[in-house]
Nanobody, 122 residues
Framework: QVQLVESGGGLVQPGDSLRLSCAAS????????MGWFRQAPGEEREFVAA???????YYRDSLKGRFTISRDTAKNTAYLQMNSLKSEDTAVYYC????????????????WGQGTQVTVSS
């Protein structure tokens, strides 16, 4: 059974940094894409970033330069480093996984995590 477990969310101030983790288990992820999404209150869920297990990365254009996705293949874990956080980054952040980047980018991946709350407020 595949499980994706996010962690690292919390309450931070504008300008702070935060690193989210997504621990994957239940299968081999060597051919998978891991993605991060977020959903702010009253908004639709949106794509944030994705990484192929081999290392190729994809980003939402507006977040390039502030957010960095990475992975540790030995730990089966993907990360999202978020810098210079703004109040508009407040959202529930979800991790997802699929063998297809198309399914990740269209928010139809096979596996989802439960989400972790990130709140940016002074």
């Amino acid at each position: 059974q595949v499980q994706l477990v996010e962690s690292g969310g919390g309450l931070v101030q504008p300008g702070d940094s935060l690193r989210l983790s997504c621990a994957a288990s239940g299968r081999t992820f060597s051919n998978y894409y891991m993605g991060w999404f977020r959903q702010a209150p009253g908004e639709e869920r949106e794509f944030v970033a994705a990484i192929r297990w081999s290392g190729t990365t994809y980003y939402r254009d507006s977040l390039k330069g502030r957010f960095t996705i990475s992975r540790d293949t030995a730990k089966n874990t993907a990360y999202l480093q978020m810098n210079s956080l703004k109040s508009e980054d407040t959202a529930v952040y979800y991790c997802a996984a699929d063998e297809s980047i198309w399914r990740v980018r269209t928010q139809t991946p096979a596996y989802w995590g439960q989400g972790t709350q990130v709140t940016v407020s002074s």
